[in-house]
């Protein structure tokens, strides 16, 4: 199976700051996946990152995948109380049938 | 459009009982799937359908779970018996395509077994 690891599980920043979240995987990435988890409710997607290189954004949240590294960063330019949650990287298995998700990491920012 | 629709949101029931979840994916999405998230852990993905065949269950505990999609459209995961370790939040996800892209994911089952 793969495996997904986030560092840092957690962060606490003040607003304004910028921040980055790491998902590296253990075996080769053909699909990775961003999510966000409000606490108690359901996945809201973010973003989906398919070669390597490749770079998206959605308002203050940009992605980035190295596939040579096997490895996905999400930042965030100037986080907002908005951001808060749990950032959880996902990806797909080669043979497409299974998902994989990450150990997820933890955003509080302060007003 | 509505989203994917999940019952109960709670459930608390004692260990060697039997409990039901019930999911109503978006209209339309023809790939149902079922997550188990334990607390401070990803979700985990149980099995997934495409219309009301199972594409896979391979991390399916099917020796006290069980899931069906009638007609390719709700879904029903049931746990029986339930163990102290099934306590978790339940989720459902929908999705237009066959592969996984975007996938769209209902408010949840926590789930209490004491």
């Known amino acids: 199976s793969q495996e997904l690891e986030q560092s840092p599980q957690s962060l606490i920043v003040q607003e304004g700051k910028n921040l980055t979240i790491n998902c590296t995987s253990s075996?080769?990435?053909?699909?990775l996946y961003w999510y966000k988890q409000k606490y108690g409710e359901g996945l809201i997607f973010l973003m989906m990152?398919?070669?390597?290189?490749e770079e998206k954004s959605h308002e203050k949240i940009t992605a980035k995948l190295d596939e040579k590294k096997q490895q996905s960063s999400l930042h965030i330019t100037a986080s907002q109380p908005s951001h808060a949650g749990i950032y959880l990287c996902?990806?797909?298995?080669?043979?497409?049938?299974?998902?994989?998700f990450g150990t997820g990491t933890s955003l509080t920012v302060i007003p | 459009e509505a989203g994917v629709a999940q019952s109960p949101r709670y459930k608390i029931i004692e260990k060697r009982q039997s409990v039901a979840f019930w999911c109503n994916p978006i209209?339309?999405?023809?790939?149902l799937y079922w997550y188990q998230q334990i607390l401070g852990q990803g979700p985990k993905l149980l099995i997934q359908?495409?219309?009301?065949?199972?594409?896979?269950d391979s991390q399916l505990p099917k020796d006290r779970f069980s899931a069906e999609r009638l007609k390719g459209v709700d879904s029903t995961l049931k746990i029986q018996p339930a163990k102290l370790e099934d306590s978790a939040v339940y989720l459902c996800?929908?999705?237009?395509?066959?592969?996984?892209?975007?996938?769209?994911f209902g408010p949840g089952t926590r789930l209490t077994v004491l």
């Open positions: 359908f495409q219309n009301n065949g199972v594409v896979d």
């Open positions: 996902g990806a797909d298995s080669n043979t497409g049938n299974q998902f994989y």
């Open positions: 996800a929908s999705s237009p395509l066959t592969l996984f892209g975007e996938q769209f």
């Open positions: 990152l398919q070669k390597g290189g």
């Open positions: 075996k080769t990435l053909y699909g």
């Open positions: 209209s339309g999405h023809a790939t």
